[in-house]
């Protein structure tokens, strides 16, 4: 999985190789022990750390809550 974004607007892609788009194809989703969960999730601060520095200043103030509708193009 590769995570894209661009620098101009901040947006982004999100591409998974085609092994990675049959397996979860196959299986649905992605199951994870507790181990790999906690290391995806370090990877996960760690890219939207990241991805915030390319973002302007309205959007790196945007709030999110539970009930926030997020709607994608």
Do not use: P
Request: some cysteine; proline content about 0%.
């Amino acid at each position: 999985m590769k995570i894209l974004q661009s620098k101009e607007d901040g947006s982004c892609l999100i591409q998974f190789t085609e092994e990675e788009q049959q397996i979860i194809k196959e299986k649905g989703g992605l199951r994870m022990t507790a181990e790999s969960l906690k290391h995806f999730s370090n990877v996960l601060v760690s890219i939207a750390v990241g991805l915030n520095r390319n973002f302007d200043e309205k959007t790196k103030n945007l709030l999110t809550f539970e009930d926030t509708k997020i709607e994608g193009k």
